[in-house]
T-cell receptor
Framework: GESVGLHLPTLSVQEGDNSIINCAYSNSASDYFIWYKQESGKGPQFIIDIRSNMDKRQGQRVTVLLNKTVKHLSLQIAATQPGDSAVYFC???????????FGQGTTLQVKP | DSGVTQTPKHLITATGQRVTLRCSPRSGDLSVYWYQQSLDQGLQFLIQ???????AKGNILERFSAQQFPDLHSELNLSSLELGDSALYFC????????????FGQGTRLTVV
C-alpha cells in the first residue's frame, strides 16, 4: 500500500550546525510534497513544499531536495537553532485532492 | 496561529459514547481535512470536504462520519467509541482542493476510558 517512511527516527545536532532530515516515499505517482514541523502540543506547521517538476526549493534557512529517481526527499535546515527542536514530517500528495500521506516523523533535538 | 480553530481542545468520554468535534477553517478556505494522530499510526488522513462536498476519503471507520456546512465549518462525528479511538484529531484547511499546503488547527485530544 501507500507509505512514506523516514530513515532516522531521532536526529541530534549541535546548535549552529546544519541538519538533514531524510524521507523515502513509495508512490511514484506523487507529484507534490510537503514538510511539516510539529512542536509538542501543537498542530503540524507548514515549512516548505515542492512539486515534482522541481528538484530543489529554498526557503528561509530551509532547503528541500527531491530525487524522483530514488523516490527520496530531504529537508536541510541551516544553522539549526533550539527553536527548531520538534518532530518533522514529510508528506506526499497525488491526484486532484488534498489528501496527504504522512511519514512517521523524525524528532530533531538541538543541543545548546 | 494557523487560523484554523478546533473545539474542544480536550475530550474525555466513555466507551460506547458518541462525540462531535468541530472545526472552523481559515477565512476563505474551501477545503477542510480531518486527520487522526495516534502513537502507533502517526498522522492518518480520514476525510476531505471541498465547498460542502466530500472530496476524498481515507481509512475512515464506518463509525466515524463528517460533514461540511454551508458556512464551511466542519464536524467530525465519532460514535460507538472504543479505547483505540483515543488520539489527537486534527482539522486542516486549504484554499483549493489539492496540491497546496494545508494549515492545521491545534487539535482535539480525545481520551476514551
Amino acid at each position: 500500500g501507500e507509505s512514506v517512511g523516514l530513515h532516522l527516527p531521532t536526529l541530534s545536532v549541535q546548535e549552529g550546525d546544519n541538519s538533514i532530515i531524510n524521507c523515502a516515499y513509495s508512490n511514484s505517482a506523487s507529484d507534490y510534497f510537503i514538510w511539516y514541523k510539529q512542536e509538542s502540543g501543537k498542530g503540524p506547521q507548514f515549512i516548505i513544499d515542492i512539486r515534482s517538476n522541481m528538484d530543489k526549493r529554498q526557503g528561509q534557512r530551509v532547503t528541500v531536495l527531491l530525487n524522483k529517481t530514488v523516490k527520496h526527499l530531504s529537508l536541510q535546515i541551516a544553522a539549526t537553532q533550539p527553536g527548531d527542536s520538534a518532530v518533522y514530517f514529510c508528506a506526499e500528495n497525488s491526484g486532484n485532492t488534498g489528501k496527504l500521506i504522512f511519514g512517521q516523523g523524525t524528532t530533531l533535538q538541538v543541543k545548546p | 496561529d494557523s487560523g484554523v480553530t478546533q473545539t474542544p481542545k480536550h475530550l474525555i468520554t466513555a466507551t460506547g459514547q458518541r462525540v462531535t468535534l468541530r472545526c472552523s477553517p481559515r477565512s476563505g478556505d474551501l477545503s477542510v481535512y480531518w486527520y487522526q494522530q495516534s502513537l502507533d499510526q502517526g498522522l492518518q488522513f480520514l476525510i476531505q470536504y471541498y465547498n460542502g462536498e466530500e472530496r476524498a476519503k481515507g481509512n475512515i471507520l464506518e463509525r466515524f462520519s463528517a460533514q461540511q456546512f454551508p458556512d464551511l465549518h466542519s464536524e467530525l462525528n465519532l460514535s460507538s467509541l472504543e479505547l483505540g479511538d483515543s488520539a489527537l484529531y486534527f482539522c486542516a484547511s486549504s484554499d483549493v482542493a489539492g496540491h497546496t499546503e494545508a494549515f492545521f488547527g491545534q487539535g482535539t485530544r480525545l481520551t476514551v476510558v
